[in-house]
C-alpha cells in the first residue's frame, strides 16, 4: 500500500533551479532515511543524496554546494532543492524511504516512478 510520488520535475534552463518533492504515502509506521537518486541514459544510478531520520544529510560531490535535501516527517515527505543546474544534471531522479510498515516489520525500501529533469538551453 505504500506509494512514493515525485513531483517537481520538469524543462529548466542551465543555471536555473527545480525543487523536487516526493510524499510517502500508505500504511507507513516510521521512516528512516529517504534518499534521491537519478540515472540517466547509459549510466548507472547513484545516489544524489540522502537525509537520515535526524536531519543529517549526505551528498554526491557532483552536486555538493548546489542542491538542498530537506524532509518534513509530519507530511512524509522529502524534497530536492536543486540550485545552479547544469546539463549534466539531466536524468530520471527516483526518490526512496527506507521504512517500516508497522512496528515489529523489517525495515524495507520503496521507490517512487520517476520524474524526469532536463536541463538544456
Known amino acids: 500500500q505504500v506509494q512514493l510520488v515525485e513531483s517537481g520535475g520538469g524543462l529548466v534552463q542551465p543555471g536555473g533551479s527545480l525543487r523536487l518533492s516526493c510524499a510517502a504515502s500508505?500504511?507507513?509506521?516510521?521512516?528512516?532515511?529517504m534518499n534521491w537518486y537519478r540515472q540517466a541514459p547509459g549510466k548507472q544510478r547513484e545516489l544524489v543524496a540522502g537525509?537520515?531520520?535526524?536531519?543529517?544529510?549526505t551528498y554526491a560531490d557532483s552536486v555538493n554546494g548546489r542542491f538542498t535535501i530537506s524532509r518534513d516527517n509530519v507530511k512524509n515527505t522529502v524534497y530536492l532543492q536543486m540550485d545552479s543546474l547544469k546539463v549534466e544534471d539531466t536524468a530520471v531522479y527516483y526518490c526512496?524511504?527506507?521504512?517500516?510498515?508497522?512496528?515489529?516489520?523489517?525495515?524495507?525500501?520503496?521507490w517512487g516512478q520517476g520524474t524526469q529533469v532536463t536541463v538544456s538551453s
Open positions: 537525509i537520515n531520520s535526524g536531519g543529517g544529510t
Open positions: 526512496n524511504a527506507d521504512l517500516r510498515t508497522t512496528h515489529w516489520r523489517s525495515i524495507m525500501r520503496y
Open positions: 500508505g500504511n507507513i509506521f516510521s521512516i528512516n532515511d
